[in-house]
């Protein structure tokens, strides 16, 4: 692993689409406050005490309105739970399921909500997610970039120790140790479509 590297995380939503941008920011070797919005996303913050409906409605509306293509809401499932008791009697919200397209028998509930032009934004319930804060997203916008993609490797990738993946252990005797790297980041393709929420 890269010296000072090991056991780091990717950087999440809230670090691609921080609450402000200063002068002297540099994320992943750029300096965002030139183009915020274009290169760190917007920042919709609705903390004045309204309902997590509203706030939803509110936020959707600002996304279209500065142009984010938007079409996924994570959320904390307990403000997630809240949000479905609050819509559940109420028309123009539809329960239903997101699935992945690579494998359709895997999916998430979800609360949709129609935005401009009839487009559906999905809220799915994350249990990683912070209660006062939500990213809203297009989900083709997510990547995972990694080194030796290009050279067809996995992720995570086994350490080649000398042509070998495994080998016997210098520490203790009669056991063999293999280890795994990976060198990658969550990317965000176009940034402008990345909201966070905070309520």
């Given at each position: 692993?890269?010296?000072?590297n090991?056991?780091?995380?990717?950087?999440?939503f809230?670090?691609w689409?921080?609450e402000?941008?200063?002068g002297?920011?540099s994320?992943y070797?750029?300096?965002?406050?030139?183009?915020?919005?274009e290169?760190?996303?917007?920042?919709?913050?609705?903390?004045?005490?309204?309902?997590t409906?509203?706030?939803?409605?509110?936020?959707?509306?600002?996304?279209?309105d500065?142009?984010?293509?938007?079409?996924?809401?994570l959320?904390?499932?307990?403000?997630?739970?809240?949000?479905?008791?609050?819509v559940?009697?109420?028309?123009?919200?539809?329960?239903?399921?997101?699935?992945?397209?690579?494998?359709?028998?895997?999916?998430?509930?979800?609360?949709?909500?129609?935005?401009?032009?009839g487009?559906?934004?999905?809220v799915?319930?994350?249990?990683?997610?912070?209660?006062?804060?939500?990213p809203?997203?297009?989900?083709?916008?997510?990547?995972?970039?990694?080194?030796g993609?290009?050279?067809?490797?996995?992720?995570?990738?086994?350490?080649?120790?000398?042509?070998?993946?495994?080998q016997?252990?210098r520490a203790?005797?009669?056991?063999?140790?293999?280890?795994f790297?990976?060198?990658?980041a969550?990317?965000?393709?176009n940034?402008?479509?990345l909201?966070?929420?905070?309520?």
């Amino acid at each position: 692993y890269v010296q000072g590297n090991f056991n780091a995380a990717a950087k999440g939503f809230f670090a691609w689409c921080p609450e402000t941008v200063s002068g002297s920011d540099s994320f992943y070797g750029v300096n965002r406050s030139h183009a915020r919005f274009e290169l760190a996303g917007s920042y919709y913050d609705e903390s004045a005490g309204s309902s997590t409906d509203e706030v939803i409605e509110d936020a959707i509306a600002h996304a279209f309105d500065i142009g984010s293509d938007v079409d996924t809401i994570l959320m904390n499932a307990i403000r997630f739970n809240a949000l479905a008791k609050a819509v559940k009697d109420r028309s123009g919200f539809e329960l239903g399921r997101v699935k992945s397209p690579d494998r359709p028998e895997i999916g998430f509930k979800s609360i949709s909500f129609t935005g401009p032009k009839g487009k559906s934004i999905d809220v799915i319930a994350d249990p990683f997610c912070p209660k006062t804060k939500s990213p809203m997203f297009k989900r083709d916008d997510l990547t995972v970039a990694y080194i030796g993609k290009s050279q067809g490797k996995q992720l995570p990738n086994y350490e080649d120790f000398n042509g070998l993946k495994v080998q016997r252990s210098r520490a203790v005797e009669n056991v063999s140790e293999w280890a795994f790297y990976a060198h990658w980041a969550i990317a965000i393709e176009n940034p402008r479509n990345l909201v966070v929420i905070e309520f």
